[in-house]
Each structure stands twice: as structure tokens, then as C-alpha cells.
């Protein structure tokens, strides 16, 4: 079978075309540069140095004093900036962190969209023209998406965040999901095939991450990290997934996945703590096709699960508030029907008892799947990892059906 073919490199850049990128940064900066830092800095009234920090947090190039590098758009923006500050909005902490996620999410964004443009552009006979051509038409619509897609995403933060139960410490489920032998396929593909490869992994598992109503934090490469305040929901979540994996016949990638539940800090859109840390040493521990769970998450998973106590000593629907309970029968010494009703009653409670205690042995054991809970444990040994010596997991796996 012959190789494929390797993706199209960015054509070199025909002479001219620095010109067309020229009129490209007027338009998008709303007029050619025309001021200098420091004249920015003097304009909106503020130090020189404050505006040096937000653009260099930004990930802006750097420039020297007599660069003639601004336009009236920096000016605005800085003048923005200055107004959250004296707003009371952003303290000296969240401004340094929010500007640090401005300028790595939209740095990385524009990266790509760039590189998209650029292809189309250097492919065509006057790549000059179509270069001003995209800007005009695709790039007023992609903010307006882009803008779109950040509202939906407030409204979202807002119902999880604006309730009055929440806190910056959340009790939530985290779960890591890695691709399985992801540096020695990186080194066999080819640069289209590991791309087209990574990205159905990161399309197919935000789409089940989506689907089960979680939500997710960030793709690292060959690996996501998603949470969910649904412990069923994350459990889930990597089982289709570890599933789909081991499925010979579908394209996903094989996987493994770390769950803990626990309290976690959420911070400008990332989540930090030792819930966190708990779930990516997990994932290090957990074998190819398998799901490894702290003991927190088991708890709660079994407590969800476990059925409620038999009610049938409570008042039948038909007895009256208030009303006594009959006098229980005597035992009349020759074993007649009280008699028989006390030894069936003992029975039926004994019964009970010693299903509920084979329940929780096979909890701790593994070796059996309570018929009320959708999932069975097995203990793994512990291991010595970073931060947490003597961790032990649990490996989930979903209950045989009964009968």
C-alpha cells in the first residue's frame, strides 16, 4: 500500500504579498500604526510600565520605544482595560491571570485560523487578492461566531456558578482520558495521519463528554480532562469511551481513564486541587481499556445506588394517624401460625442481613456485583507515585447482567 501522501506545506510567499498582509493588519486594526508605545501609554493616562506588563502578558511581540507599531484600536483597548481595573472588576491578581488566558487562548486561536487562511490564499494564482478577499469575508463572520460562542458559554457558567450553592471550592467528579501508546503511534504516522488521528480522539470525546452533560476543562494533547458534578455522568463518560477504544472495528484510539471525586478549585475556566492531581495519577495507574476510580468516587457511586431500607413495618396506607399498633401474638408454646409468623418474619430479616453484608464484601473484595449496583470494583495495589505515596484506585467495570 502506498504511503499517503504528507499535507501541503504553506506555499513560499510570492513577492507582493507582504503588501496585501500590510493592508490585511490596517483592516483588522481599524487604520495603518501610527503611534508608539509610549504615546499609547500617554494617551489613555496611564504608566508606561503597566501597559508594557498587559501587553506583554498578552504575548504581544515586543517593541522598542520609537517602534511606530499602534493604532487607535491599542489605545482603546488599554483604555478598556484601565476601566475594569477602576472598576473594582479586576484587582492586581485576576488582572495578571485573566490576561494570561486572553493571550494564550486567542493566540493559539488565531495561529490556526491564520494558517487556514494562509493555505487558501498561497494556493491560489493571485494570492494577494484572495488574501484581502478571506479577510473581507470570512473574518467579520468569524467574530460574530466567535462572539456567539462566548455568550453561550456565559450563559452556561452562569447556571452552574450563579446559584446559591455555589462556592469556589466544588465538590465535583474529574476525569482524565489518555490515549494509549500515543508516543509510539506519533512516531509511525505520518504528520496528516497523526493529526487527522488526534483529532478524531478530541472530536469523538468532547462529543461523549458533551452528550452525558459534563463539560470539558482542556485537550492536552493526547489526553482530556473533563468534569462533571454527575458522578454517574463521569463514570460513564469513560466507560463509552474505554469502550469505543477497545472496539476493533471503530476508529477511536484506545484509552484509559483516572476518575476522583472530591472538592476542586475552578479558576478562570481550569480546575486545580488535590481531587485533580488524584484523577491524573489515576489515569498513570489505570492499564489500556480500563477505568480506575478513587475510593471517594466508589462511596458515592454506592451510595447512589443502594436501595432504600424495607419500609414494611410502617403504617399500611389505610391505618389513621394516632392509631395503635395490634397487640402481637402470643406464642402459645406449641408452635402453631404466631409461632410460624415470628420464625418467617426472623427468616425474611436474616436473609436481609446476609445479603447486605455479601454486598459490602464484594465491594471490598471485587469478586461479585451486588445486584443493585450498575458497576462492580476490583482493588489494585498500591503504587508510590508523585505527591501521593501509597495510592490505591479501584478498577470499574460495568456489572454482568443478572439472571
Known sequence: MAPEEEPAAVAPVPPGVGAGVRRVEAALLGGEPGLTRRQVAERVGVPLTLAEELWHRLGFPHHADDDVAFTEADVEALSLARDLVMLGILDAE??????????RSFARLAEWQTELLARLALGSEEPELRL???????????????????????????????????????????????????TTQ???????????????????????????????????????????????????????????????????????????????????GDVYGSTVNVAARLTSLARPGTVVVDEGLQHVLVGIATPPEDDEDDDEPGD????????????????????????????????????????????????????????????????NVKGFPGLRGRVLRRAEPHG
Request: no cysteine; proline share 7%.
Open 94 to 103: 485576576s488582572q495578571a491571570a485573566m490576561v494570561r488566558t486572553w493571550g
Open 132 to 182: 484581502e478577499e478571506l479577510t473581507a469575508e470570512v473574518l467579520p463572520r468569524l467574530e460574530v461566531l466567535q462572539s456567539y460562542i462566548w455568550r453561550r458559554h456565559l450563559v452556561s457558567a452562569a447556571n452552574r456558578m450563579l446559584t446559591p450553592t455555589a462556592l469556589p471550592g466544588q465538590t465535583l467528579a474529574v476525569g482524565f482520558v489518555d490515549i494509549v501508546g500515543y
Open 186 to 268: 506519533s512516531k509511525n504516522l505520518s504528520e496528516a495521519e497523526l493529526v487527522a488521528w488526534v483529532e478524531g480522539f478530541e472530536d469523538t470525546a468532547t462529543t461523549v463528554v458533551t452528550d452525558h452533560a459534563a463539560r470539558i476543562i482542556k485537550t492536552i494533547g493526547d489526553e482530556i480532562l473533563y468534569v462533571t458534578d454527575d458522578p454517574v455522568a463521569a463514570v460513564e463518560v469513560a466507560l463509552t469511551l474505554t469502550e469505543r477504544g477497545a472496539d476493533p472495528d471503530d476508529p477511536f484510539p484506545p484509552v484509559r481513564a483516572g476518575l476522583a471525586h472530591g472538592e476542586v478549585v475552578v479558576r478562570l
Open 320 to 383: 389513621e394517624p394516632g392509631d395503635e399498633p395490634d397487640e402481637p401474638p402470643a406464642h402459645d408454646g406449641g408452635g402453631g401460625a404466631a409461632y410460624d409468623e415470628v420464625r418467617r418474619r426472623a427468616e425474611e430479616l436474616a436473609d436481609d442481613a446476609y445479603q447486605r453484608a455479601r454486598d459490602a464484601l464484594s465491594l471490598l473484595t471485587g469478586e461479585e456485583s451486588p445486584e443493585h449496583l450498575p458497576y462492580r470494583f476490583r482493588k489494585i495495589r498500591r503504587a
